[in-house]
């Protein structure tokens, strides 16, 4: 799997982004995929996650309410609303076969994209 995310940018707090994460090899749907990000000086943190076919979707409490994670086709977006400064950071996505979406903070996914940079302005 090949993750390519895109969407980032630079965005007003109360205003909104989506980003997309596309993969263009065959086996995307066999993947449980997430969303994490990196602010300046701070670790990694998760996002949010969806399964292989959608049905299950877990969020970090951050960001619960504001972000949609979803997914179709080869991509997975996470749409993201009521943006706060405390949001800026460097977005990746991340694939496991094996990981649940519940299970994705807590471990290293097999895969990663590169990330994509947000920032909200106050």
């Known amino acids: 799997v090949q993750l390519q995310a895109s969407g980032g940018g630079l965005e007003q707090a109360g205003g909104s982004l989506r980003l997309s994460c596309a993969d263009s090899?065959?086996?995307?749907?066999?993947?449980?995929m997430g969303w994490f990000r990196q602010a300046p000086g701070k670790e990694r943190e998760f996002v949010a996650a969806?399964?292989?076919?959608?049905?299950t979707t877990y969020y970090a409490d951050s960001v619960k309410g504001r972000f949609t994670i979803s997914r179709a086709k080869n991509t997975v977006y996470l749409q993201m609303n009521s943006l706060k400064p405390e949001d800026t950071a460097v977005y990746y996505c991340?694939?496991?076969?094996?990981?649940?979406?519940?299970?994705?903070?807590?471990?290293?996914?097999?895969?990663w994209g590169q990330g994509t940079l947000v920032t909200v302005s106050s």
């Open positions: 991340a694939a496991d076969r094996t990981l649940s979406p519940i299970s994705f903070p807590d471990a290293d996914a097999a895969y």
């Open positions: 090899g065959p086996t995307f749907d066999t993947y449980n």
């Open positions: 969806i399964s292989r076919v959608g049905a």
